[in-house]
């Protein structure tokens, strides 16, 4: 199903731009199923004829992983627990993306703070 979703795919972008490489963003148990079938068949489907990508989402959940690995022993989150911006549980699930907007809100939130020290430091 999702091979002759990719075919039809590709022949509608070839008929309406044929020098287009078509583009395809799949969520996560599906984007690896395409990749299996572009590694299967890379005559037909190959990375040169279709381009399949993770969705918005994942890609937004992997940043925000990624991030909160890096911010793991730094003491952020007891920044924002002294702060009275969360609770302890809910400052440790910033660090895992589970709540994708919570987390990005946890992450503005915390990149404006540092800009406002920033630029007080530098006004002074």
């Given at each position: 199903m999702l091979r002759h979703s990719m075919s039809i795919i590709g022949s509608v972008v070839q008929y309406l731009n044929p020098v287009q490489v078509p583009v395809i963003a799949f969520d996560q148990?599906?984007?690896?199923?395409?990749k299996q079938i572009q590694w299967g068949y890379p005559d037909i489907y190959g990375e040169s004829k279709l381009v399949t990508m993770l969705g918005g989402l994942h890609i937004e959940m992997a940043v925000l992983k990624t991030i909160g690995d890096w911010l793991q022993d730094s003491g952020w989150t007891h920044a924002l627990l002294q702060a009275d911006i969360a609770s302890a549980g809910t400052a440790d699930s910033f660090?895992?993306?589970?709540?994708?907007?919570?987390?990005?809100?946890?992450?503005?939130?915390?990149?404006?703070?540092?800009?406002?020290?920033?630029?007080r430091a530098h006004q002074s």
């Open positions: 148990p599906l984007y690896a199923i395409a660090l895992k993306p589970s709540h994708v907007s919570r987390s990005r809100h946890a992450h503005q939130v915390t990149a404006c703070a540092l800009y406002i020290l920033m630029y």
